[in-house]
């Protein structure tokens, strides 16, 4: 498709979009949730085929690909400036296991074959009934038996309030002239003048009111896109699961992990509903009006193979390593995740919390520890799971060591695809996404670490403090305090003294650990 006829077909393609990183995308985080709800996952350790559609610039399907060297993986865009800019971080990274396609969905190529993993972000709510439709025969012909799909999507009833300020950044925007940033500015310009003089819209719905202050420090490129796109649409759960499953496809679970556990997700006293309710789907629209939900990442399998138990993990998936998310984390844990507050306790808990603050351990490996014998393997696994949930146990695809106590010696990068992102991308202004190959995903550092870690690959320690200065100032970007930019050159000192500290002291060791950063 030419960009002339994406254009006409409702696309904004007259601004690239924004690069960005989501781990929710990983093979490793699809499989685990599979698993998580009883579908054994497709066998990816002999390798497996990735597709992602409308990849954009590709930075997610890259640093997969980066992070899974035994996997094949395919970007399909119909941005043809899209697919050139993937195709330098291609050669960048020399990632001979990836490579980007310019095509709308309807013209992907006859060979393309099948794929253990289909995955789409940010589409189907921005596309025309007709590409949607087009998506869902992918779905149907190019998803592998037992393959895993993921799809994410503006979900109701939490677009419901909101939908009008898309409506009118969009009838707004129409009206004037320029590119679509141009269009944007002007519009948001317009809602905010309604906002602050107080149109009866907002009054009468005060969280629209504050999400516009949201809007005004997101990417002016991503709001083109989310915004101006003609064909913009919001789901409820049933009809996206509707489609899939005319499709052939079944709704395995959903991402972030703990969306598949309804009690974090509800309060107390809606929970009495969900026990009552055997029907998944249903039981996920419940949840979404009790959440509120507004953004959903849905899992799908073609033919998928169920468990019987929880239990049948230990025998058919039992390929993921668990581990402590990261050190100091203490019992008892508490979390909010959007609506309920949860706190992990008890004596279990603190075993496991021993257990896996060493090396990694395969779930199999944990329920036969000495210091577990005795606890119902069913409880254990539940309980990993209930700890990944609230974010203090993670998962990788190879064993992890502890991260060392202290890294005094000189940095090496041994992946060519993250030497390339830090040239890139260090003090870009965007997080930065490195891959590493234990976990199977990127692990996201701040624009200001990734050029502390540039530096100290490039040039050592000896000078760091002031080579990370000069180059702040050569890029024009500012060291902040309080929200405000210190000018005064001694405190400018101090604070970016404090920051490379930090990163040895702290970051440093994580990456070593997770395999990014190596001792020289």
Same mark, same amino acid.
């Given at each position: ?61 890259? +640093? ?13 865009? =119909? ?22 396609? +310019? ?88 809602? /905010? ?46 009809? /996206? ?40 789907? /249903? ?57 309920? +507050? ?41 309980? =990993? ?119 040895? +002291? ?15």
């Amino acid at each position: 498709m030419t960009t002339k006829a994406a254009s006409a077909a409702g696309y904004i393609t007259d601004v690239a979009y924004i690069p960005g990183f989501y781990p929710h995308m990983a093979p490793a985080a699809l499989s685990y949730v599979a698993a998580l709800n009883r579908v054994v996952p497709p066998a990816a350790v002999s390798g497996f085929r990735y597709l992602e559609l409308g990849c954009g610039l590709g930075r997610s399907f890259t +640093t997969l690909a980066a992070a899974n060297p035994g996997g094949e993986f395919i970007g399909v865009d =119909v941005n043809p400036e899209h697919v050139a800019s993937i195709d330098r971080d291609i050669a960048a990274g020399k990632l001979a296991n990836a490579r980007a396609i +310019t095509s709308d969905f309807a013209g992907l190529p006859a060979d393309i074959g099948r794929f253990e993993f289909i995955a789409l972000h940010g589409v189907f709510s921005w596309v025309s009934d007709d590409v949607r439709r087009d998506i869902l025969a992918i779905a149907r012909q190019r998803l592998a038996p037992g393959g895993l799909l993921l799809v994410s999507y503006n979900s109701m009833p939490g677009w419901a309030h909101l939908q009008p300020i898309r409506g009118i950044l969009r009838q707004y925007a129409q009206l004037r002239q320029g590119d679509s940033v141009q269009k944007i500015r002007d519009a948001l310009a317009y809602l /905010v003048f309604i906002r602050d003089r107080h149109a009866r819209y907002f009054d009468d719905n005060p969280k629209a009111a504050a999400y516009v202050d949201g809007l005004l420090k997101q990417d002016i490129r991503y709001l083109a896109h989310e915004y101006l796109n003609e064909h913009w649409t919001s789901f409820y759960f049933s009809e /996206v699961a509707g489609m899939f499953g005319g499709a052939g496809l079944s709704f395995v679970g959903s991402l972030p992990v703990f969306t598949n556990f309804w009690d974090l997700c509800v309060r107390p006293e809606f929970q009495e509903l969900f026990r009552t309710t055997s029907d998944r789907l /249903v039981t996920e629209a419940h949840k979404d009006f009790c959440a509120n939900t507004a953004f959903r990442w849905d899992i799908y399998a073609k033919e998928p193979r169920l468990m019987a138990s929880p239990v049948d993990r230990l025998e058919l998936v039992d390929d993921l390593h668990f581990h402590v998310a990261r050190p100091g984390i203490t019992l008892p844990h508490a979390v909010n995740l959007g609506v309920v +507050t949860s706190t992990i306790q008890g004596p279990l808990y603190e075993r496991l919390l021993a257990l896996l603050g060493g090396p990694s351990r395969r779930l199999s490996e944990v329920v036969a520890a000495p210091e577990l014998q005795g606890t119902p393997a069913a409880d254990v696994i539940r309980a =990993v799971d209930a700890g990944v949930a609230m974010g203090i146990f993670e998962l990788a695809n190879s064993p992890l060591e502890p991260a060392p106590s202290a890294f005094a010696g000189g940095v090496s990068l041994p992946s060519a695809f993250n030497r390339a992102i830090l040239v890139s991308d260090a003090l870009g202004g965007r997080p930065v996404a490195l891959a590493s190959e234990k976990t199977g995903s990127g692990h996201t550092l701040g624009d200001l670490d990734a050029a502390v870690l540039h530096e100290l690959f490039e040039g050592g320690r000896g000078g760091l403090v002031e080579r990370v200065e000069s180059r702040l100032v050569a890029t024009g970007r500012s060291i902040q305090q309080e929200g405000k930019p210190v000018v005064d050159a001694e405190a400018r000192r101090q604070l970016i003294t404090a920051a490379c500290d930090a990163f040895i +002291t702290s970051s440093l060791p994580q990456l070593v650990r997770l395999g990014i950063v190596t001792a020289t």
